[in-house]
């Protein structure tokens, strides 16, 4: 018995078509993978920025929620620095009333260049509280 063997041949034509469905399929194939990656990212990407606003949130809050307790510590130290003042004002009063009695007692000349130096002092005590006081003020944004 005589056997035949079945010879295919494949045209040109029907290779040509076979490598464009399999280049198709490769290229819907990788856009699905790149599709799914993109949305596997954007996922991720949410959710990292909702950690983000959670946190920024909570550190507001945490934040707002001191605000009352530095309000007290500013109204305590204007208290103290006020306090502070007067008790300096009330000593500086007490060292001119002595300074004055020292400047009466002595010769003319003396008295006046004590007088002149006690001026000069006074004008660099008020130039002095001037800027401290600015210094203390708050800053305009």
Known sequence: MPTTTATTTTSPIDTATKAAKNAFYVTV?????????????????RNWFETQVSDGKTQFETFTSQLPKLDGVSKSWEAQAKQLEERLTALEDRFEAILDSLQANLPEQAAELMKQARDAAKTARAQLKDLVSRGSEPQAA
């Open 29 to 45: 194939g990788l856009g699905v993978m790149g599709f799914q990656q993109a949305k596997e990212g954007q996922e991720g990407m």
